[in-house]
């Protein structure tokens, strides 16, 4: 099982990236993803989830109405289309499964990790 997150970079505030989460393994539709951000000095954190059974998401106050995530299938990758990034976004950023996705998404319960992918949004 491995994951590759991809995408990261430096945008302005305001403006926009896609994360992508390939896998290579396993199935994508097959386990939940999860996306997972750690900033400097900080805790890691859930960003967002989507469920294999039937697509639902989940989303961390922060993000709500700025961050979506979809999955393709075809591809076997899962993404996160963030826009309106302010500069507390900035984290690496990492895709995981295995794990629960609801309303809460506990970090420590995901078991197969990418390497991140930095994310900075500075002017």
């Known amino acids: 099982v491995q994951l590759q997150a991809s995408g990261g970079g430096l945008v302005q505030p305001g403006g926009s990236l896609r994360l992508s989460c390939a896998a290579s393994?396993?199935?994508?539709?097959?386990?939940?993803i999860g996306w997972f951000r750690q900033a400097p000095g900080k805790e890691r954190e859930a960003v967002s989830c989507i469920n294999n059974f039937d697509g639902s998401t989940y989303y961390a106050d922060s993000v709500k109405g700025r961050f979506t995530i979809s999955r393709d299938n075809g591809k076997n990758v899962v993404y996160l289309q963030m826009n309106s990034l302010k500069p507390e976004d900035t984290a690496v950023y990492y895709c995981a499964t295995d794990g629960p996705c609801g309303a809460t998404i506990p970090v420590w319960r995901y078991d197969y990790w990418g390497q991140g992918t930095q994310v900075t949004v500075s002017s």
């Open positions: 393994g396993f199935a994508l539709d097959y386990y939940p």
